[in-house]
């Protein structure tokens, strides 16, 4: 099969590799019809590239038509069209029983110290072969699926793999009290989705804020305001907005890769280029992520309000500012979306109509073969590019 292999810091290519195989009777293989390119992504890209090995599968985001089932799997059946979560979970741990998925004990990497693992993301998640490819082993596939209607384009459903729990369980965790104000820092796949679900909810203020024009205009139509950090005095927009008092809640969609923190850009860019096991160790043991959007954040919010951290960090040691946390009462929500959790409540709005317009979400729609370029236009935020969808 046709799979985006990952050879390197900044070097992806599409390649012959061998279709995968049941390996477990619990596994089961789907023929993917769409995958997409997530802003995560791009960590193992550059970032997280000592925690990748060459040879790599990437992918995290996945849909398409069950192809064959172990022995043990009797919640799937050939022909059912399904999308995959970006979580390998079981179903039936105490994590899965409390919905959380993404710290699953069957799968978790005790290891790594992490959690569940995940599809395409790296040793520290398990190393599983990911979803950017003509087909994928699904493991614990009993419960590792949504299925969705026969009928309908893909673009209505392959985002129930991870931006649309991802953004709702921002959301969740921002608690935004009705009539309050909530900051969406970072307007890339995660953050227009949110603002798109807040709008539908319809029941607080939304202001976006970005560093990229065709982001921003993209959000605009979903925000009651849209701030070009480039250009306008954040804080003080915020303020009046909000009484001179910060917002209720700030949803922080950008994570570790943030501009303005060129000390830790420069650790980052240090321990890509070391050797593999080095930079692991760097990245375990005194890496630092860029943190400029949550200091951002931190200085947004209103005393006594939340902060809901949805783009990935990684770093070990990063330096937080814990008097202003502690003196300002501000509460952190954070962790890896648990899909599963969330698909009962997103699914009306995918089969009752498009309300968050997900069939015209994707800025670019590519063949497989066209990904290496898609990663380096994506990574450069040019083109327009927000997400991508990749047809094998």
Not at 300 to 320: E, F, H, M, N, W
Request: aromatic share 6%.
């Amino acid at each position: 099969m046709r799979a985006v292999i990952w050879h390197g810091r900044r070097n992806v290519s599409v390649d012959t590799v061998p279709d995968p195989q049941i390996k477990e009777p619990t596994d089961a293989i789907i023929r993917v019809t769409s995958t997409n390119i997530c802003g995560s992504d791009l960590h193992l890209y550059e970032v997280l590239g000592a925690f990748m090995s060459p040879g790599d599968i990437l992918g995290h985001e996945a849909m398409g038509v069950v192809e064959e089932v172990g022995a043990d799997v009797d919640q799937l059946t050939v022909g059912d069209r399904v999308v995959i979560p970006f979580n390998i979970s079981c179903g039936h741990c105490f994590m899965c029983g409390h919905g959380l998925q993404s710290q699953c004990e069957t799968t978790q990497n005790r290891d790594q110290g992490t959690g569940a693992a995940l599809f395409g993301y790296s040793k520290l998640y398990g190393e599983v072969a990911g979803g950017q490819a003509e087909y994928l082993r699904v493991p614990h596939a009993n419960y590792t699926h949504i299925k969705v209607p026969a009928d309908g384009p893909d673009d209505r459903y392959v985002y129930l793999s991870d931006v649309l729990p991802t953004a709702w369980q921002g959301l969740d965790y921002a608690a935004v009290p009705d009539g309050g104000t909530l900051v969406v820092l970072g307007l890339g796949p995660i953050g227009s989705m949110a603002c798109r679900i807040a709008a539908h909810r319809n029941r607080y203020r939304v202001i976006g804020v970005d560093l990229v024009s065709d982001r921003l205009d993209r959000a605009r139509p979903y925000c009651d305001d849209v701030i070009d950090a480039r250009r306008d005095d954040l804080v003080d927009r915020v303020l009046s907005h909000t009484d001179g008092r910060g917002a209720d809640a700030v949803l922080d969609a950008v994570g570790m890769e943030a501009h303005g923190s060129p000390v830790a850009e420069f650790a980052q860019t240090a321990a890509g280029f070391l050797p593999a096991p080095v930079g692991r160790a760097v990245m375990r043991n005194a890496g630092m992520d860029r943190l400029a959007a949550l200091h951002t954040a931190i200085a947004l919010v209103r005393r006594g309000g939340t902060i809901s951290l949805s783009g990935v960090y990684g770093g070990a040691a990063d330096p937080i500012n814990m008097m202003v946390l502690f003196d300002k009462q501000i509460q952190l929500r954070m962790g890896q979306a648990n899909v599963k959790r969330w698909i009962p409540d997103i699914m009306g709005l995918l089969t009752d109509g498009d309300p968050l317009g997900v069939d015209t979400f994707a800025t670019h729609r590519l063949p497989l073969e066209d990904a290496p370029q898609a990663y380096e236009t994506f990574q450069k935020k040019a083109d327009g590019m927000v997400k991508v969808l990749l047809k094998p």
